[in-house]
């Protein structure tokens, strides 16, 4: 007949199983919990950022132009992001405008920094004279706000750019992409809803798998 001892060791014939007493399986519990939450603490905001974007990968979704209120080339057509390609180093984000399937976001992540890199094609898929501008990060950010200040291909390239800054932010419900030429009038803002997926649309311009 098994019977309990005091270090809960239940006896069947020769073999032993050792039972977990409540106060034992708590602590246990409340240790791995602990050990989670110094896990999530340890981790630095752009890690977490990239975290929730990658939780995306493969989905698509719908957004609209809120600024400028009057643009010709974005104003009241269809704005889709498709976070179509994803690694632990790189996500790719195409970007369609209406028809214009031109335009991909390219983010990459390495020890904790970030970079913005925009590629545009034309519809034979080679590449715009203008292309691979973009920003980079020069801190951890915020685990819902990334921010990339021109870098110097771009200087060099559209020197009017030099003074750009794009921020990406990302929460439960939206996904913003903007744009803030300092010291002077441009500025843009996308605003993406993240509440609804929609169809994942064909592939962008000049996209090799």
């Known amino acids: 007949m098994p019977y309990f001892k005091a270090n809960f060791i239940v006896t069947y014939g020769d073999s032993k199983t050792k039972i977990m007493s409540p106060k034992t399986k708590l602590l246990f519990l409340c240790l791995s919990f602990s050990i989670s939450m110094i896990a999530q603490e340890t981790e630095t905001p752009s890690k977490q950022f990239w975290n929730t974007l990658q939780s995306h990968c493969g989905k698509a979704y719908q957004g609209q132009l809120e600024l400028p209120k009057e643009d010709k080339d974005f104003g009241g057509k269809q704005l889709v992001m498709h976070v179509r390609k994803c690694t632990d180093k790189e996500i790719k984000i195409p970007f369609f405008v209406g028809e214009d399937k031109s335009r991909t ?105």
């Open 105 to 209: 976001w390219i983010l990459s992540y390495d020890d904790n920094q970030m970079t913005l890199i925009h590629d545009h094609r034309h519809k034979d898929g080679t590449k715009d004279d203008v292309n691979f501008y973009g920003g980079i990060t020069t801190n951890t950010g915020k685990a819902d706000i990334q921010i990339f200040s021109a870098d110097k291909h771009t200087q060099k390239m559209i020197p009017a750019a030099a003074t750009n800054v794009w921020w990406i932010t990302i929460d439960e419900t939206t996904f913003t992409y903007n744009l803030r030429r300092f010291g002077t009038d441009r500025v843009f803002k996308v605003v993406m809803d993240l509440t609804q997926t929609i169809k994942t649309p064909d592939a962008p311009w000049g996209w090799e798998e």
